[in-house]
């Protein structure tokens, strides 16, 4: 496993943009591939989007595509989702996660290691 922390969360308008962080720790992550989930208030955590181990390779759920982008940077050990044109209903706390599947996944039930989170809030 590699350990995960995820920053960058915020206040932040209707329209804004903000870029979460996640810095991950161990020589193994660049075999990791890692993926960004939400969980709001009585909700289930809900997939992001997803980036493979070399970062050619995203996917995204369908309410952020176009607005969200994940990169990551394997020579810092690092993951960013930048999220512009927010919306109050993407208000939740963001987690990153890592997998060693090496398909697409967007199942949390696939992903063996986790952040603590970031708190995102957008208003209206």
């Known amino acids: 496993q590699v350990q995960l922390v995820e920053s960058g969360g915020g206040l932040v308008q209707a329209g804004g943009s903000l870029r979460l962080s996640c810095a991950a720790s161990?020589?193994?992550?660049?075999?990791?591939?890692m993926g960004w989930f939400r969980q709001a208030p009585g909700k289930e955590r809900e997939f992001v989007g997803y980036?493979?181990?070399?970062?050619?390779?995203?996917y995204y759920t369908d309410s952020v595509k176009g607005r969200f982008t994940i990169s990551r940077d394997n020579a810092k050990n690092m993951v960013y989702l930048q999220m512009n044109s927010l919306k109050p209903e993407d208000s939740a706390k963001y987690y990153c996660?890592?997998?060693?599947?090496?398909?697409?996944?967007?199942?949390?039930?696939?992903?063996?290691?986790w952040g603590q989170g970031t708190q995102v809030t957008v208003s209206s």
């Open positions: 996660a890592g997998s060693k599947s090496t398909h697409t996944v967007t199942s949390r039930l696939l992903y063996d290691s």
């Open positions: 161990g020589r193994t992550f660049s075999r990791y591939a």
């Open positions: 980036i493979n181990w070399s970062g050619d390779i995203t």
